[in-house]
């Protein structure tokens, strides 16, 4: 099994599966997951120490305990601490019943583990049903053990130097690591975004309008543009993508073609009522075909088009395009 590295803007990072994939929840929540294992999932979860009145890991720990014993079937089978970033984290392993992927109802294992960080806890779990939970708690494990938290103050995140205009700053990589496999949050100060990428993704600005940030791999027809578009009103999502669509996907070689797959949802941009419209697409270049997923998104008189694309045929290109789309983020993430 490989990995890959994750680099969390609020200073941790751990490894995950390299066929797993990334996304954050709306509620601000590390979530990842596997195609091949529906009903596995580990979440992170971030809370700020100046906010919270829980104000230890311990007691962080007890107020989920008490949750958990709420929940239908309820039970704390095992209590304990482990070594994980250089303190003993307590955790708990707890059964409930639960609805499956499927719309069955059935026992779920779920481990639970609270570990402290400078400035916020970190609320990391594994949850899988009760038959399969020991067969993958191997991936939470090796998520537990590789986790990294920065000192707290760190040094400011230094900045792209592929930028043209260098407003691109980004969180840096785990040092040592395949930087194809390291996930990198990169902020756009001019346009006011934030795009999760692998670390060997480049990173180049035309400030020409539209605007867009070309963010691409070195050796492979694969990567992600956004374009950003100021608009003289205000226009609903679907308003937005339709105009792109009838006006610009045509100078887009990889947007040559509306395909007519089902609808998926996005995660959220991290701002209340700002919906996100998914569309794929496909074109050709040098006689390959080139497929895309682009997400569309406006926030007042401002509208994003974050564009993925891909070989068709290239499974962890593809792979790598949609979950930097479903990161997309117009708010601190």
Known sequence: MSFRSYQDVSGFSCEFPSD???????NTDRVFTSANIPNATIIIQVIDRGITA??????????????????????????????????????????????DADGKRR?????????????VFLLMSFSAPDDIFDAHMRVFQNCSAT???????????PVSNTGSNGDNAETGGVMGADPEETLIWRHNDDRAFWIAIPAIWSDTIDPKEPYSVDM????????????????DAVSTVKE????????????????????????????????????????????????????????????????????????????EGEKRIRDAIMSFHLAAP
């Open 107 to 119: 026992f779920f294992r779920h481990i639970q583990m609270a570990v402290a960080a400078p400035n």
């Open 20 to 26: 797993w994939s990334f996304a954050q929840a709306k």
């Open 54 to 99: 829980e104000k230890t890991a311990r007691a962080q720990l007890d107020a989920l305990k008490a949750e958990f014993l709420n929940a239908p079937g309820g039970e704390i089978l095992n209590e304990g601490a482990a070594p994980i970033a250089g303190q003993q984290a307590p955790y708990l392993i707890a059964q409930y019943r639960a609805v």
């Open 240 to 315: 937005y993508a339709d105009a792109w669509e009838e006006v610009l996907a045509k100078e887009v070689f990889f947007m040559s073609e509306r395909l007519a797959v089902p609808e998926v949802d996005h995660p959220g941009v991290g701002l209340a009522d700002t919906p996100v419209i998914l569309r794929e697409y496909q074109g050709a270049m040098n006689g390959a075909t080139v497929r895309s997923v682009a997400g569309f998104v406006v926030n007042g008189k401002r509208g994003y088009t974050v564009v993925g694309y891909h070989f068709l045929g290239d499974r």
């Open 216 to 231: 691409q791999h070195p050796d492979r027809v694969e990567g992600v543009i956004v374009w950003v578009v100021d608009m």
């Open 147 to 157: 986790l990294k938290i920065d000192a707290a103050d760190p040094p400011a995140p």
